[in-house]
């Protein structure tokens, strides 16, 4: 029994003698070595699977509506023109009814009138509401024998003014031109046109109206009563263009 | 016999003699102590979304602690250019028993819900889903996960679009690994990468306000492309516990959004003499000192300047401005508009809601470090949100949206749009 450890101590000398190491490190050494690996392998390989934990939410469906801005106009007891409607652009209709035709003479002194209601059918109320005359154009008369060669447009020619009313048709607010109820004032057809002829330059309205509700005018028009011969058969051809912005 | 046999044969010879033979050797006197019963526990970390003070949205009822469906942070109807749009409040809980290192939020994914279940094993083409939300690009990667199962499609052909009301997204064909039930999550991990699969989408208002024109009556107004979503601003602002900070949106890294505020006076202006103060109303959104401030009442209308120093932040009840005696009896009714704010986000084409999705989308989220005041944050703090009961459990943030109204520029094709987004919190440990 005594020889047996001699043995066993030889082979473990050479072991040693081999690596240079002692016996009783050795394991804990290679031990040690071995956790190492295990926990390297454990930190660069399995991190990434060790679960932290987390908790997650989401307000989901969350949503923002635009209104919308359109209106209709309608001319006396017409149909509604909408700015959306058949024959528009981008909210623009350009193919509403007219206010008077050549169908109807006007003689001097003479007034006509066309009521037109501005009804604010979009969500949005209208911050503002303005008018204004593109252009105003002298013609003749359809039909007319002997066109006197006027211009009802030029300074001296028609007479025009746009009168608010409440919806019964009583006069509110002159717009253009004076005190209401609007009187004819001289030249106040060209004095409108050279003065509210762009989106820039429009006529301002005031607020309103507000959604699903309408402003009610009535334009006026009349050849002066003092008018001369030189605007028989002569017309003038213009439109106005309402505009409402949010 | 090698060294190793006589050495296994040595330890099993005094392991029998120890066990057989030992066991008398004992000393007659003995002692023993045992602790039994020892355990450990692990925390929770759960989470609880509350919009506008309602009920928490939680995720312990869910099978992966993770809720897509909390309430929307904001709905809003009927919104014009350069008017307030309107806010919502999210109150973000921490509700389990650990601290959580980070807060973060970001735009959701494009998602949906599966609305017809997946068989495993069974190969589909189309993915039957509800609630899509958002714009599936053909070769999107397309996630399902229901508790811990998870499979991933690709998308197909022309993809999916909530704004053509898609109920199903077609895939390439699969065979999941898992079954999936009606409920599960499906997600487009790929979204957000660009304007053309974002989160965020359009489509016409099918109702008006009464009987006023909506979004479908309209011609002029197409939401190819979005556009709704590429104008609408977002801004979040925190306010946990009076302290203020911007984390995204137009000021975003200072105490206040540039967030919009539609309010009025809390009492009546006199016109006797100056006054340095307006009352008003709760604050709904940030008045930075400088701006100018606009009290109308019907054809009056009155500015004042904020005063040097004088921030008032989401919540405040008054603003401090130059002194000035107003030049009408402002009544209670009078609005008061910042027109600074205004004019700033009008010119604003950034801090829009497609950007938000793009940029800050699951791959661009948005932590949040605690708050130390106005401005300030602590970059370093351990705990972004802590335990339940830690007395900073909770995080309030007021998200907002403004339409801007861009000088010069026709909004008109935006009108009777309506765009749909989702903000996804979340919390680690």
């Known amino acids: 029994m005594a020889y047996r450890p001699v043995i066993g101590a030889r082979t473990f000398r050479r072991v040693r003698a081999g690596s240079g190491r002692t016996s009783s490190t050795w394991r804990a050494k290679q031990i040690l070595a071995t956790l190492i690996v295990v926990g390297s392998l454990s930190s660069l390989t399995v991190g990434g699977t060790f679960a932290l934990l987390n908790s997650q939410e989401s307000n989901a469906l969350s949503f923002v509506s635009s209104g919308t801005l359109t209106f209709g106009n309608v001319v006396n007891a017409g149909t509604s023109c909408f700015s959306y409607g058949a024959g528009s652009t981008a909210n623009v209709n350009s193919a509403c009814d007219a206010l008077f035709t050549s169908a109807t003479q006007n003689y001097p002194g003479v007034p006509v009138t066309a009521k037109v209601t501005i009804t604010n059918n979009g969500s949005l109320d209208a911050s503002d509401l303005s008018v204004y005359m593109p252009s105003c154009t002298n013609t003749v008369t359809p039909g007319a024998p002997a066109p006197g060669g006027g211009d009802p447009c030029a300074a001296g020619g028609a007479e025009l003014y746009i009168q608010e009313t409440n919806s019964s048709g009583s006069p509110q607010t002159c717009w253009f031109l004076g005190s209401s109820p609007c009187p004819f004032a001289t030249s106040s057809l060209n004095l409108f046109s050279a003065n509210a002829s762009t989106p820039a330059t429009a006529l301002d309205l005031g607020a309103g109206p507000a959604a699903g509700k309408s402003r009610y005018f009535i334009i006026g028009m009349e050849l002066p009563s003092n008018a001369s011969n030189t605007l028989q058969g002569q017309a003038a051809q213009f439109g106005l263009t309402w505009h409402i912005t949010s | ?283 709904n959104g940030n008045v930075k000192s400088g701006d100018s401030i606009v009290v109308s009442s019907g054809s009056n209308t009155q500015t004042f300047t904020v005063a040097p120093s004088s921030n008032a932040y989401y919540n405040a009840t008054s603003i401090t401005v130059n002194s000035q005696t107003p030049n009408f009896a402002y009544p209670t009714t009078s609005t008061v508009t910042d027109f600074s704010t ?51 459990d909770t995080r309030t943030f007021v998200v907002g949206l403004y339409m801007p109204a861009p000088t010069g520029q026709n909004q008109n094709p935006l009108q009777g749009l309506k765009s749909t987004f989702g903000i996804t919190w979340h919390i680690d440990q």
Do not use: R
């Open chain 2, 342 to 392: 205004l004019g700033t986000l009008n010119s604003d084409a950034s801090d829009t809601l497609t950007n938000f999705d793009t940029v800050h989308g699951a791959g661009g989220l948005i932590f949040t470090a605690p708050l130390l005041g106005n401005g300030s944050i602590d970059t370093n703090a351990p705990v972004q949100l802590g335990h339940s009961g830690s007395g900073s």
């Open chain 2, 1 to 283: 016999m090698t060294e190793l046999k006589k050495l296994l044969l040595g330890l099993m010879l005094f392991g029998a003699v120890t066990y057989f033979g030992g066991g008398g050797a004992f000393a007659s006197f003995s002692a023993e102590t045992s602790n039994n019963g020892s355990s450990v526990a692990s925390g929770t970390l759960t989470m609880s979304d509350s919009v506008n003070g309602g009920s928490g949205c939680l995720t312990v009822t869910t099978s992966n602690n993770v809720n897509p469906a909390c309430a929307a942070a904001l709905s809003l109807t009927n919104v014009a250019p350069g008017a307030f749009g309107g806010v919502g409040t999210v109150a973000i809980q921490n509700t389990g028993s650990l601290d959580a290192s980070k807060l973060s939020f970001w735009a959701s994914s494009v998602n949906a819900t599966l609305n017809g279940p997946l068989t495993a094993g069974v190969a589909v083409g189309a993915l039957t889903v509800s609630g899509l939300e958002g714009t599936v690009a053909s070769g999107d990667t397309i996630t399902v996960t229901y508790g811990t199962n998870s499979d991933t499609f690709v998308a197909n052909g022309a993809g999916a679009s909530a704004s053509n009301g898609d109920t199903s997204i077609p895939v390439v064909s699969h065979a999941p690994v898992s079954p999936y039930a009606i409920g599960a999550t499906v997600t487009d991990t790929s979204s957000n990468a660009g304007a053309s699969n974002t989160d965020c989408y359009d489509v016409k208002t099918t109702v008006g306000v009464g009987s006023s024109t909506k979004g479908t009556d309209l011609s002029f107004n197409p939401i190819a492309g979005n556009p709704l979503c590429a104008k609408m601003l977002i801004y979040v602002q925190e306010i946990t516990g009076g302290k203020n900070y911007c984390w995204l949106g137009n000021g975003v890294g200072t105490a206040m959004c540039t967030a919009p505020i539609s309010v009025n006076l809390s009492a009546p202006l006199s016109t006797g003499s100056p006054i340095t103060s307006l009352p008003v109303t709760s604050l």
